[in-house]
Structures are given as structure tokens and as C-alpha cells.
């Protein structure tokens, strides 16, 4: 979808059985200490079908990324369950730690990589915290959003 007009992602997306129409968001999961496998991949696609966020997924940069769209339970006022895909994703895999970045909501495929920058922005500072494992929602991240990367706690803190 990247560099896609929209017309062409909707038709594209409809070919792989997937409906673009309505919010989504790309969601990107790995391993703290090691690339993806198709074992993550695997974990990450049943388990956003079960909940309903779509079954779009891909792997880039040793991660696998998940277009995902809101469940159709889901109000629109209310986020999609970021938290229970992370922890369903974990119950199912026993290898390491697992950790989802996810970027803020598209209306339409040309801003997938907004969304796509920003899930990458909330695994960085996901993958800076002490404790291994979780999920980092990017409107969520406050006063983080705006600081370079690097920035560690103590120094936003000051």
C-alpha cells in the first residue's frame, strides 16, 4: 500500500480478501532479542482473526506487520484491544518476550506510513523499557511522541 494511490490499495486489498473501508492500524510485533519467525507470524495472524482486527499481515525488518481494522464489536470511540492481542500473542508462542508497537488510525491507504512510522516510533520506545515484553500504543505515548529518539527516561524527565 505504500506509494499506492488509494483506489488502487482498496482493489488490491479486495483481491486478498481484506476491506479497507473504515479505520485502521499498523501494528508491528517481534521478539525482544531475536527477528520474527513463522511462528510469530503465525500467532499474530490467528490471533487477529479471532478478535476481528483482519488477517492482512507481512514481515519487513524482522518484525511482522499487521494492517489491522477495527473489530466490528468495537465502538468507534473506543480502541481496538491492543492489550488482549498482546497477551493472546504471548500465550500462544514460548520463545521470548514479544513486543507490539502500534501507529496511529488510517481513513484511507496513503496513510499507512504515517501509521507505519509511528507503530515503528512506539516499539522503539517499547523496546527501551526495563521490563521485557508489552505493547506501546502510539497516541498514547504522550510527551514521548515529540522527543528524538534516544531519549532516555531519566533525561525526559528533567
Given at each position: 500500500?505504500?506509494?499506492?494511490?488509494n483506489e488502487g490499495a482498496f482493489a488490491r486489498a479486495?483481491?486478498?480478501?481484506?476491506?479497507?473501508?473504515?479505520?485502521?492500524?499498523?501494528?508491528?510485533?517481534?521478539y525482544r532479542d531475536q527477528p520474527a519467525d513463522g511462528?510469530?507470524?503465525?500467532?499474530?495472524?490467528?490471533?487477529?482473526?479471532?478478535?476481528?482486527?483482519?488477517?492482512?499481515?507481512?514481515?519487513?525488518?524482522?518484525?511482522?506487520?499487521?494492517?489491522?481494522?477495527?473489530?466490528?464489536?468495537?465502538?468507534?470511540?473506543?480502541?481496538?484491544?491492543?492489550?488482549?492481542?498482546?497477551?493472546?500473542?504471548?500465550?500462544?508462542?514460548?520463545?521470548?518476550?514479544?513486543?507490539?508497537?502500534?501507529?496511529?488510525?488510517?481513513?484511507?491507504?496513503?496513510?499507512?506510513?504515517?501509521?507505519?512510522?509511528?507503530?515503528?516510533?512506539?516499539?522503539?520506545?517499547?523496546?527501551?523499557?526495563?521490563?521485557?515484553?508489552?505493547?506501546?500504543?502510539?497516541?498514547?505515548?504522550?510527551?514521548?511522541?515529540?522527543?528524538?529518539?534516544?531519549?532516555?527516561?531519566?533525561?525526559?524527565?528533567?
Amino acid at each position: 500500500m505504500v506509494g499506492a494511490d488509494n483506489e488502487g490499495a482498496f482493489a488490491r486489498a479486495r483481491e486478498l480478501g481484506h476491506d479497507l473501508d473504515g479505520g485502521h492500524w499498523m501494528v508491528g510485533t517481534q521478539y525482544r532479542d531475536q527477528p520474527a519467525d513463522g511462528a510469530l507470524a503465525h500467532a499474530v495472524e490467528l490471533v487477529a482473526g479471532s478478535l476481528w482486527l483482519g488477517q492482512l499481515t507481512g514481515r519487513r525488518s524482522g518484525m511482522v506487520l499487521l494492517v489491522a481494522r477495527r473489530p466490528t464489536d468495537c465502538a468507534a470511540d473506543e480502541d481496538p484491544p491492543w492489550r488482549e492481542l498482546y497477551s493472546d500473542v504471548s500465550l500462544r508462542l514460548v520463545r521470548s518476550a514479544v513486543e507490539i508497537g502500534v501507529g496511529g488510525a488510517c481513513e484511507a491507504p496513503v496513510e499507512v506510513p504515517r501509521s507505519w512510522f509511528q507503530a515503528l516510533r512506539a516499539m522503539t520506545i517499547r523496546q527501551a523499557a526495563r521490563t521485557p515484553g508489552g505493547v506501546r500504543v502510539y497516541d498514547e505515548l504522550g510527551l514521548n511522541r515529540f522527543l528524538p529518539e534516544g531519549t532516555r527516561q531519566r533525561e525526559a524527565e528533567l
